[in-house]
């Protein structure tokens, strides 16, 4: 009789512990993998854009190209002033409404291809691009994602006003709090007889960055 009321007990206690350890589990926060699904939302976040648009004339983004020759990052890359097209929302581009028949330093592009242009001038080689970044949240209403360069060819003009193209496209990182964002970008060459695929890495952010 003794040996069936242990029984019982015996029972009764490892019932209360699977209770107790379910009620814990319940009550603690959810896991990473709950947090971060396996794949960022399908659709673009204009939350991201706030983060990194002030509509304000001549306002700036510094920007900052890792240079592998020097294995140093650039200083800022001056002339980057961010658009948000009327047809885009969730867009982000780098153009100069500004200054009539002028245009950006995009990514360091007038200096990359200064020979081909003929000339470092940033108005004579009046790069414009409307939509070039995308913004992808790691979940709804997360404030870190993944940064899309949007697949595009540049249109860049020479001294003599003859032009020629430059593909881009590339993907990366950013975060909304810190306001800062890294991504790489391939350049396809081969307009002016180069590679295909030209990779470059660049940091983007609202505050000035010491990166070096």
């Known amino acids: 009789m003794k040996s069936i009321k242990l029984y019982i007990i015996k029972i009764n206690l490892l019932l209360l512990v699977v209770l107790l350890i379910g009620a814990c589990k319940k009550d603690a926060p959810p896991v990473k993998d709950d947090l971060y699904p396996e794949t960022p939302v ?3 976040s204009s939350s991201a854009i706030k983060a990194f648009y002030t509509n304000i004339p001549f306002f700036e983004l510094f920007v900052y190209r890792f240079n592998p020759e020097t294995n140093k990052w650039t200083n800022e890359i001056r002339s980057h002033f961010p658009t948000v097209p009327l047809s885009d929302s969730t867009a982000l581009g780098f153009t100069n409404p500004f200054v009539n028949n002028s245009g950006v330093a995009l990514f360091d592009m007038v200096r990359l291809y200064t020979p081909e242009l003929g000339s470092n001038n940033i108005k004579s080689a009046k790069i414009n691009a409307p939509k070039v970044l995308k ?16 697949d595009q060819d540049v249109l ?3 001294r003599d006003s003859t032009t020629f193209k430059i593909g881009i496209s590339g993907q ?3 975060d909304e ?7 790489e970008v391939k350049f396809n060459e081969t307009a002016i007889g180069k590679p295909a695929e030209v990779k470059r890495r660049y940091s983007i952010s609202v505050n000035e960055q010491v990166l070096n």
């Open 42 to 44: 399908n659709s673009a």
């Open 135 to 150: 913004f992808f949240p790691d979940f709804e209403g997360a404030k870190t994602g993944i940064v899309k360069v949007i």
């Open 172 to 174: 990366g990182t950013y």
């Open 177 to 183: 709090r810190t306001k800062i964002m890294n991504f």
């Open 156 to 158: 860049l003009t020479k």
